[in-house]
């Protein structure tokens, strides 16, 4: 998708269109789903999602969004579920490793984020996304030497992407923002690595 054709109110005209002729379609209620979340309109995405699974409860992908939906809800133990749902269905995904351990900062478990991206970087090794859960993890425990470490060999793999990377990391969003999501990105593990060093 391109910059073109990124219209969030005219896909979800579609998709609405298309469920008003066949109610029973496989697919409008998971892209609804993602729309909403990408408006921040967690209730109505829930809403969605949760029909999806209902009627196509082996489209795990679903279990992905649903996830994304609760976390940022702050329904943390139902986003944790929902993810550990989608890892039984695809392990090696590195970034349902990253944002269940997000979900597990964000509720203060930093045991279950550390083990969980360190679970990732198994099979994503070098992953600046893993890499930095894993730092913040470490950071938060009290372990600044080795929050530190991380920290750099995670700057060291996120200098290596393009926006194209950012892009395929994040296929939702506005492809025109990639250039400063990475950005923002490359800053935050910069101040993250700051945090680390003792002064």
Do not use: C
Not at 43 to 53: D, G, K, P, Q, V
Not at 62 to 91: C, H, M, T
Not at 103 to 127: C, H, I, M, R, T
Not at 157 to 168: I, R
């Amino acid at each position: 998708m391109d910059s073109q054709t990124y219209d969030l109110a005219k896909a979800q005209t579609l998709y609405e269109w298309a469920l008003g002729i066949y109610p029973q379609a496989e697919g409008p209620h998971y892209q609804l789903a993602r729309i909403y979340f990408l408006k921040a309109g967690f209730s109505r995405a829930l809403n969605e999602i949760n029909t999806e699974i209902k009627n196509f409860p082996d489209f795990k992908r679903s279990y992905y969004v649903r996830g994304l939906i609760n976390g940022y809800a702050k329904n943390f133990s139902e986003a944790a579920a929902d993810f550990q749902e989608f890892l039984k269905w695809d392990p090696k995904s590195w970034a349902a490793h990253n944002d269940l351990a997000w979900v597990y900062f964000q509720a203060g478990d930093y045991e279950n984020a550390l083990k969980v991206s360190e679970e990732g970087l198994k099979w994503s090794p070098g992953n600046p996304w893993l890499l930095n859960s894993s730092g913040v993890a470490l950071l938060n425990l009290g372990k600044k030497k080795e929050a530190e470490a991380i920290f750099a060999e995670a700057l060291a793999a996120v200098q290596k992407l393009s926006p194209d990377d950012w892009k395929k990391a994040y296929p939702g969003n506005d492809p025109d923002i990639a250039s400063g999501g990475l950005e923002n990105m490359i800053l935050t593990i910069k101040r993250n690595q700051e945090l680390s060093v003792d002064n």
